[in-house]
């Protein structure tokens, strides 16, 4: 809007041929920006390293490239997930655990699909001060830890305790919402903590705090879930599938460079959000540039064999409502050259 009114200004003051030269330009720029194909991407959280691909293809200019205007926005109250079931966002980051509801059942429940893996492996798992002595799932025994009281939550904690030779009951649940780990950590306001460790388990490094931490995913094969995922509108996906592909091909190209170029990804973020903590942020992209896409054969790839394990353990801990089929909610088809 200020340069719209900077340009009529100008405009006013000078001679009818500068105005024909100056409108032509404008015109051509917002006949540009009208013709693009409006999306909306929302986010599960506030923006973190989890997003920066898709913050870097909007810096440098992939989604201009592909003919898409991309608006980022935050998360309603009811989640992102709903948001982009109700298609007032076409795509969204989720997580597989998170959409188990939206997949129960012989059909889905929600019209959402994921489409790409932001990381390849899941970081998630706990997080405790070292002094604790909390080395393994087994040492949670007699300690608290910060629960949200997510059945699907506390069966992954329970299956990896007693895998351990551990007695889950004896671990003390807390109800708690945590938004700073370590902050919680150093005061005993709990001894553990379900994290992400590409930006928890970082944050930790960046401030110097000693910790424990031990991954779901070395416990058990089936807690090597996707966390996050892109998950797009499954009525976009269907109407306009070449749109679909070019976001997804802009996105790809935004994690391939924040892989190769950690520190200008980074940077890229920060600018973007300049609320949020560049050191940490310049630390987790560092960390994250191996984990974006692994030793996957491309970014954004779902193996269908560690999707169906996940879904396996809540059909077998009957933790859905009803079984989740194989191979239900997940597509590679929309990857640049996917296989």
Same mark, same amino acid.
């Given at each position: ?54 913050y870097v293809a ?151 705090? #000693? %910790?424990?931490?031990? @991954?779901?995913?070395? !416990? +058990? ?5 996707? *966390?996050?995922?892109?998950? /797009? ?12 592909k070019a976001f ?18 980074? #940077? %890229?973020?920060?600018? @973007?959000?300049?609320? !949020? +903590? ?5 630390? *987790?992209?560092?960390?994250? /540039? ?50």
């Amino acid at each position: 809007m200020r340069k719209k009114f900077i340009a009529i200004i100008m405009a006013a003051a000078m001679t009818c041929f500068c105005l024909a030269g100056c409108g032509g330009s404008d015109t051509s720029d917002d006949a540009a920006k009208s013709d693009a194909t409006k999306v909306t991407f929302v986010l599960d959280w506030t923006p973190n390293t989890n997003h920066t691909g898709v913050y870097v293809a909007q810096e440098l200019g992939y989604f201009d490239e592909a003919g898409i205007d991309v608006e980022i926005v935050q998360p309603p109250d009811d989640g992102a997930e709903a948001m982009v079931a109700s298609g007032k966002a076409q795509f969204g980051v989720s997580f597989q655990d998170y959409l188990v509801p939206a997949f129960a059942g012989e059909e889905k429940t929600m019209p959402i699909t994921a489409v790409a893996a932001i990381l390849q492996h899941n970081l998630s798992g706990i997080m405790s001060a070292k002094s604790k002595g909390i080395e393994s799932p087994k040492d949670l025994e007699g300690h608290s830890y910060a629960t949200w009281e997510l059945p699907i939550e506390q069966a992954i904690l329970k299956q990896c305790v007693e895998a351990d030779g551990g007695n889950f009951d004896s671990v003390e649940m807390i109800p708690e919402t945590i938004d700073d780990e370590v902050s919680a950590l150093k005061a005993d306001q709990v001894d553990a903590i379900w994290v992400y460790y590409g930006w928890a388990g970082i944050n930790a490094e960046v401030k110097d705090f #000693d %910790i424990n931490y031990f @991954a779901f995913k070395d !416990i +058990d094969e089936a807690f090597d879930y996707y *966390s996050p995922v892109i998950i /797009a509108n499954d009525e976009f996906l269907q109407e306009d599938p070449d749109t679909a592909k070019a976001f997804i091909e802009a996105v790809s190209k935004g994690y391939e460079y924040a892989i190769e170029n950690p520190e200008e990804a980074a #940077d %890229i973020l920060i600018k @973007a959000n300049p609320e !949020i +903590d560049a050191d940490l942020v310049k630390a *987790s992209q560092k960390y994250l /540039a191996d984990q974006y896409q692994a030793d996957a054969s491309q970014w954004g790839v779902i193996d269908a064999d560690r999707w169906n394990a996940f879904y396996q353990f809540i059909n077998d801990k009957e933790l859905a409502e009803a079984e989740i089929p194989e191979d239900i909610g997940f597509t590679n088809d929309y990857l640049p050259q996917a296989k």
